[in-house]
């Protein structure tokens, strides 16, 4: 008898941590975004752009988050309680691109680095919450 409900207590204890991570889960955040500017990192010049990005935030585990950009590039990155930061690398024409994104949480400043050997682009906007669109 004492089998037993040792045995249940284990099944019991089972599902109770197994609520306690779904009650702890973290719902994915969307951002509307609009890019403001960019900067030619090679030239030093600055140029004022029009774009939209819609990014989702999916919390991983502790501070790992994924970014997804457009539904199209994913970074891989952390949350702390000031930013969320990603990096993500990918081939554009046999090119290998490095790209690191940062969205300030408090202010909602965005940053998308892109570089490519001795070039790249900084891309600068503002990011607000966004809503999902069915």
Request: glycine share 8%.
């Amino acid at each position: 008898m004492q089998l037993i409900f040792s045995d249940l207590r284990s099944v019991v204890a089972s599902m109770l941590g197994a609520l306690a991570v779904v009650a702890h889960a973290v719902a994915p955040v969307h951002l509307e975004c609009q890019i403001e500017r960019t900067i030619d990192k090679a030239k030093g010049s600055a140029t004022p752009t029009t774009g939209n990005e819609h990014l989702l935030i999916s919390f991983l585990q502790g501070e790992a988050i994924s970014i997804v950009r457009n539904g199209r590039i994913r970074y891989e990155g952390r949350a702390t309680d000031a930013a969320f930061a990603g990096s993500a690398q990918f081939n554009f024409s046999g090119l290998v691109m490095d790209e690191v994104i940062t969205i300030n949480r408090y202010t909602g400043k965005l940053e998308i680095d892109l570089s490519a050997k001795d070039s790249g682009l900084l891309h600068l906007g503002v990011c607000k919450p966004g809503s999902r669109k069915f």
